[in-house]
């Protein structure tokens, strides 16, 4: 059965800041992996999908980092702003089946002016 | 960019009655999911759906639930008879292939049984 953790739970830095969220998962036999946005009350946003065979995936400010073999990926967020400021969630599919997805919890991310 | 999109956003209902959530997934997706969250917990997987039939299932989805594609647009959810438990976020989300292919997810929608 595959876990899915994220550390930290929270995170408050000030505007400006690089930030590094972590997921780890616990079956390392996976296709992608998928890091959402999820602002308060509301849906899923998708960022960044970083396929099995890649090691990092880009998008503008974000950077997903992808170490299949050790059961880890980062997102790596720079120069912050408030606007940032959500839960990111890493989910990555079961590697069987119709691929569903198992979900971390989040990491909550405050960014103040 | 295209999107899910579910409706509606919230519905109350009392204990015991029937709701429909509606969904219409991305018109050349094939693969349309359910997965719900309750309030503080993870994001959970409840049924996907491929080929106008049940492709998966997990343990939450039980007689109580069921999924339907009526006109080949929309994809619904139907929850028979709710239960307090019920009360949580609703995400519909389809994919246009397997395995390679991310999830496109809607913005949910808030289910509170009372």
């Known amino acids: 059965k595959q876990e899915v953790t994220q550390i930290p739970a929270a995170l408050s830095v000030p505007e400006g800041e690089n930030l590094v969220l972590n997921c780890s998962f616990t079956?390392?036999?996976?296709?992608?992996l998928q890091w959402f946005r999820q602002d308060p009350g509301k849906g899923l946003t998708s960022l960044l999908l970083?396929?099995?065979?890649?090691r990092e995936q880009t998008s503008g400010r974000l950077n997903a980092s992808l170490d299949k073999s050790s059961g880890r990926s980062t997102l790596y967020i720079a120069a912050s702003q408030p606007g940032d400021s959500a839960t990111y969630l890493c989910?990555?599919?079961?590697?069987?089946?119709?691929?569903?997805?198992?979900f971390g919890k989040g990491t909550m991310l405050l960014v103040s002016p | 960019e295209p999107e899910v999109t579910q409706t509606p956003s919230h519905q109350v209902t009392q204990m015991g009655q029937e709701v429909i959530l509606r969904c219409v997934p991305i018109?050349?997706?094939?693969?349309f999911y359910w997965y719900r969250q309750i309030l503080g917990q993870k994001v959970e997987f409840l049924v996907s759906?491929?080929?106008?039939?049940?492709?998966?299932k997990s343990e939450i989805f039980d007689d109580q639930f069921s999924v339907e594609r009526p006109d080949g647009s929309n994809f619904t959810l139907k929850i028979r008879s709710t239960k307090l438990e019920d009360s949580a976020m609703y995400f519909c989300?389809?994919?246009?292939?397997?395995?390679?292919?991310?999830?496109?997810f809607g913005s949910g929608t808030r289910l509170t049984v009372v």
């Open positions: 989300a389809s994919r246009a292939g397997l395995n390679m292919y991310g999830y496109t």
């Open positions: 079956d390392s036999a996976i296709y992608n």
């Open positions: 970083i396929q099995s065979s890649q």
């Open positions: 989910a990555v599919p079961l590697n069987s089946g119709y691929s569903t997805l198992t």
């Open positions: 018109s050349n997706h094939l693969y």
């Open positions: 759906f491929y080929n106008n039939e049940i492709s998966e």
